[in-house]
């Protein structure tokens, strides 16, 4: 292309000269002067990847780095004001300091020609969290526990630079081979009302009524994440968005053991205790918070599969206290990994 270096007018290669009376010089018509070539994108979009709400993701080429990566145009509405786009894009610089192997790398980011925002990450393969628990309904307590643990550890990381995840559910937890986790999309929360952002199911009571998101609330959807790994269900549900928020305001949450055989009065404790609906009484860190994850024990297999023993049983098993018949079941759990750690035969714990 070439242009009038007077007016500005644009022409084909193959034109050589202003055709504009007002841009003629006392020598004659004004000659055109070529055009600077605009340099190539440094994402190439090859094939559309998924997405929702929030924007479309597509796997695109990184000219630089000549890897794929995955590549999200964020929806407007995410993020509707310019004080929005500005935080998002402050927390993606942040989010670029951070070196975790759980928490997908940011690769670049900014405004797209059509003014939306785009991010780029690594490319991470997976199903999400949702996907892997609908498809195999709840997960052995030691599978949940290790998956949680990698959650934190991405989450950890974000505080270490500053930055919380404003919209922790399960389609934002991808869950690779060997359950490797990758932890996705920490600022493009989709606006739910005019100031409640990220999925209903997962957000806490605080985020629900419009709060700030902290890292206490990351404690609590982190706990809603465990419940659902060990229950197959998201810990509240409704009919619609507005039924769910009240219910995480104001409802009462069911502890896993009620709603999935073989579950301790501990597990129970630990979900309950980062999941109260005051801020205050959970954890007082994710640090504090993972390490109770990692000290509960599951009940031995035969007991998550042995049909439930009456009334007696089931109120046993719904409250924490010093229950012996509940003390016996976990003290055999932990001699039959400690004997088997040690390759000798299970024994069973003395009452």
Not at 25 to 44: M, S, V
Not at 159 to 175: F, Y
Not at 323 to 344: T, Y
Request: proline share 9%; aromatic share 4%; net charge neutral.
């Amino acid at each position: 292309m070439k242009a009038c270096p007077n007016c500005h007018s644009k022409y084909p290669d193959d034109a050589n000269f202003c055709p504009q009376e007002t841009c003629a010089t006392p020598e004659g018509p004004r000659r055109l002067t070529p055009l600077a070539a605009e340099p190539a994108p440094r994402f190439q979009l090859t094939a559309k990847l998924g997405g929702g709400r929030s924007g479309e993701v597509w796997v695109a080429r990184d000219s630089q780095t000549h890897t794929d990566v995955a590549y999200k145009l964020v929806t407007p509405e995410v993020l509707p004001t310019p004080a929005a786009f500005e935080r998002a894009q402050r927390e993606l610089k942040q989010l670029q300091r951070a070196q975790n192997p759980h928490l997908a790398t940011i690769v670049d980011f900014g405004r797209s020609g059509d003014g939306r925002l785009f991010v780029a990450t690594e490319l991470v393969t997976g199903k999400t969290l949702g996907d892997l628990v609908r498809e195999t309904g709840p997960l052995p307590v030691d599978r949940a526990k290790k998956i949680v643990a990698q959650i934190g550890e991405a989450l950890l990381e974000g505080q270490k630079v500053g930055v919380v995840h404003h919209d922790l559910a399960a389609k934002n937890v991808v869950v690779g081979p060997n359950d490797d986790v990758k932890v996705i999309n920490f600022v493009t929360p989709w606006p739910v009302t005019d100031t409640v952002f990220g999925v209903p199911e997962y957000l806490s009571p605080e985020q629900a009524e419009g709060k700030l998101v902290d890292q206490r609330s990351n404690t609590y959807s982190l706990g809603a994440l465990f419940a659902l790994m060990l229950t197959g269900q998201p810990p509240v549900s409704g009919a619609d968005a507005a039924t769910i928020l009240t219910q995480v305001r104001e409802g009462t949450v069911t502890p896993p053991s009620q709603l999935r055989q073989g579950l301790t009065p501990e597990i129970d404790r630990v979900v309950m205790k980062a999941m109260e609906k005051n801020s205050s009484r959970r954890p007082l860190t994710m640090r504090q918070f993972l390490a109770e994850v990692a000290g509960v024990v599951g009940m031995p297999a035969a007991a998550q599969t042995a049909p439930a023993k009456g009334p007696a049983f089931a109120k046993t098993m719904m409250f924490a206290g010093g229950a012996p018949d509940v003390q016996n079941l976990v003290k055999e759990a932990v001699a039959a990994r400690e004997a088997a750690a040690n390759g000798a035969p299970p024994v069973a714990a003395a009452p």
